[in-house]
């Protein structure tokens, strides 16, 4: 059973940063695409970023680029989401995600991805 916990939300003012960490456990993790979605009160989950099981292709929305940026480290299955210049707007419950297909590519579409964590609450103030 694979299973994802996320930390590292929190309360912060807008211009602030926070790192959200994703540990994975269960199956070898080099062996998933990953994604960070997210979602806020009466809205659908949205894509932010994600990462291919490689590491060599990470792709990230439009509203986070130039101040999120998704990393992993393979040597403790983590991945993190470090969110800079953080605005009202990004306030969400953040979940990560694995995908466990073969796909060459990663996804932007939430239905694709097979394991998702619990959520961690980021909340921005003005």
């Known amino acids: 059973q694979v299973q994802l916990v996320e930390s590292g939300g929190g309360l912060v003012q807008a211009g602030g940063s926070l790192r959200l960490s994703c540990a994975v456990s269960g199956r070898t993790f080099n062996n998933y695409n990953m994604g960070w979605f997210r979602q806020a009160p009466g809205k659908e989950r949205e894509f932010v970023a994600a990462?291919?099981?490689?590491?060599?292709?990470?792709y990230s929305a439009d509203s986070v680029k130039g101040r999120f940026t998704f990393s992993r480290d393979n040597a403790k299955n983590t991945v993190y989401l470090q969110m800079n210049s953080l605005k009202p707007e990004d306030t969400a419950v953040y979940y990560c995600a694995a995908d466990d297909s073969a796909r060459a590519v990663v996804s932007t579409r939430a239905y694709e991805y097979d394991y998702w964590g619990q959520g961690t609450q980021v909340t921005v103030s003005s």
């Open positions: 990462d291919s099981r490689s590491g060599r292709f990470t």
